[in-house]
């Protein structure tokens, strides 16, 4: 309503607030709201009431009955009046506290990966599957004697002195080819000042999704002092030769410690990536699928094709037997006249203002085409009278019409459909009838989606929907509409 309190709402409504329905009706929002998101909603909702927009997105936390916290993406939308003054609002609310829990231990993820690139002791590159360098942390800067801006117009292999530069060729083949994990090198490099330098390089090959080769990440370490007193140390004791070895295997210890951090929080990374691609392709479905669009489209490709088949079988029939070809012809021209209604009827579809621009009878005389187009049964139209009625009546007898041919079609078995339609100043009346397989209306009550819908329309314009049906006898469905005295109808 537009004192933001909930009129109606449906079960998933329900389940996502942890609430009964009871609860919920009449409850101003703020009172599910999460406080500090409540005035940005009171601000955005009265946006929406005063005209300034007619609709808004947002995410915003919500509070269960329980006092769970949840995270929801709220679409709003107004529906005004012919005088353009808003009537209400209608909401859908998706549950995303998955998807938003999923995207905070990202960032989290994302963060601690940051403070171990920047703040490692060890120089940390990573590169394309050319070896084109995308990142370094300082200690990389450091070590090379290059800025990040300048390394990545540089070819890391033409810092190598050119003695070195093919030295881990047919390493790198076998690392691209997944022959190994990593490998280690060491070689030497000549630093911005001209300095050469002793480094240890090890290069992982880190995998996509589908566990295609995706970047390289290279480890850098300054040896340069560990191999000229290497040189020094080979003139001396055995025993200087033991002190320099533990201090390299420690060295070693700590830098694949360092690594394996790395790996495994990339690891971490790539599966929370996963678990968000996920959950957004199934959003996405979910979001893009209606129900009645869908139906028409299925109907309309099913007509086409019969269509088809008959159009292509028809010319050799006319020189086997005339009589049928007469019959497929009737038959053909039924198919593309019931395409061409399911088509005009997915077009009302697309543009929902048409169902209040064109006379109710005209478009129950479509729906009634379009039904025979798709299921080939004969249908008995009446129309008696003809009157302009409140574009919200007329929608809705369009909307329980179509739903109550569509249940005939997929459920009733039957052979024959009577559809009646009486218009007069300040009435109308609707029915749908057929000879179909029937059932127990006493023991079916409205819970159906089906039911429950057309149920919903006729009490939302004050008319009486009523549902006969027994086992083997068909189903009618008749909605009966009265104006109230005040208002006023135009005879056409």
């Known amino acids: ?58 995410d915003r936390r919500y509070i269960r009955s329980n006092g769970e916290v949840f995270w929801a993406h709220v679409t709003m939308s107004s529906v005004r009046g012919l005088d353009g003054k808003p009537l ?32 490692v002791a060890v120089g940390v590159a990573v590169m394309t599957l050319e070896r084109k360098p995308l990142a ?63 480094a240890r390089i090890n290069y992982s090959l880190v995998r996509d999704l589908n566990d295609n080769p995706d970047y390289l990440i290279g480890i850098i370490e300054d040896i340069d002092d560990q191999k000229r007193a290497s040189e020094r140390l ?50 996405a479905v979910t979001a893009d699928r209606t129900r009645l669009a869908r139906d028409l489209h299925d109907a309309v490709t099913q007509t086409l094709f019969s269509a088809s088949l008959t159009a292509e079988v028809l010319p050799d029939l006319w020189d086997l037997d005339v009589e049928e070809a007469r019959r497929s012809t009737e038959e053909l021209r039924q198919l593309t006249r019931g395409a061409l209604a399911e088509m005009r009827t997915l077009l009302l579809e697309l543009r929902p203002s048409t169902l209040t621009q064109t006379r109710l009878s005209e478009l129950i005389k479509q729906l009634c085409e379009a039904f025979i187009g798709r299921s080939r049964l004969p249908i008995t139209l009446n129309i008696e009278g003809e009157c302009e009625l409140p574009p919200e009546v007329q929608v809705a007898f369009y909307r329980i019409a179509q739903e109550s041919l569509n249940n005939v079609f997929k459920y009733a078995r039957a052979t024959q459909v009577n559809v009646n339609l009486f218009l007069s100043p300040g009435s109308a009346h609707y029915e749908t009838c ?58 056409l």
């Open 136 to 198: 370094f942390n300082a200690a990389a800067e450091r070590i090379i004697g290059y800025s990040a801006e300048e390394l990545r117009d540089i070819d890391p292999r033409s810092l190598a002195v050119p003695e070195d530069r093919d030295m881990d060729t047919l390493w790198f083949r076998e690392l691209i080819e997944g022959r190994r994990d990593s490998y280690v090198m060491e070689r030497r490099y000549r630093r911005k000042s001209g300095q050469i330098f002793w």
């Open 434 to 491: 057929d000879n179909g397989i029937g059932f127990d209306a006493s023991r079916n009550k409205p819970t159906s989606l089906g039911l429950r819908i057309m149920h919903e329309r006729a009490e939302a314009i004050g008319a009486e929907l009523q549902v006969d049906s027994k086992p083997g006898s068909g189903t009618c469905v008749e909605v009966t509409w009265n104006a109230s005295p005040n208002r006023k109808l135009r005879v």
């Open 1 to 58: 309503r537009l004192d933001r309190r909930l009129l109606a709402d449906n079960p998933a409504l329900c389940r996502i607030y942890g609430r009964t329905r009871e609860e919920l009706i009449g409850m101003d929002a703020a009172e599910v709201t999460y406080p500090d998101d409540n005035p940005e909603s009171v601000r955005l909702f009265k946006q929406i009431v005063s005209g300034q927009t007619d609709s808004y997105e947002a």
């Open 234 to 283: 080979a003139e001396q004791e055995s025993d200087y030769l033991r002190t320099l070895q533990q201090r390299v295997e420690e060295r070693t210890h700590e830098f694949e410690e360092a690594n394996m951090r790395l790996q495994n929080e990339i690891e971490q990374r790539k599966k929370i990536e996963k678990e968000l691609a996920e959950r957004a392709a199934e959003e």
């Open 88 to 119: 209400y609002l209608v909401g859908m609310v998706m549950d995303i506290d998955k998807q938003k829990r999923a995207e905070e231990e990202l960032r989290k993820s994302q963060a601690r990966f940051q403070a171990i690139f920047d703040n």
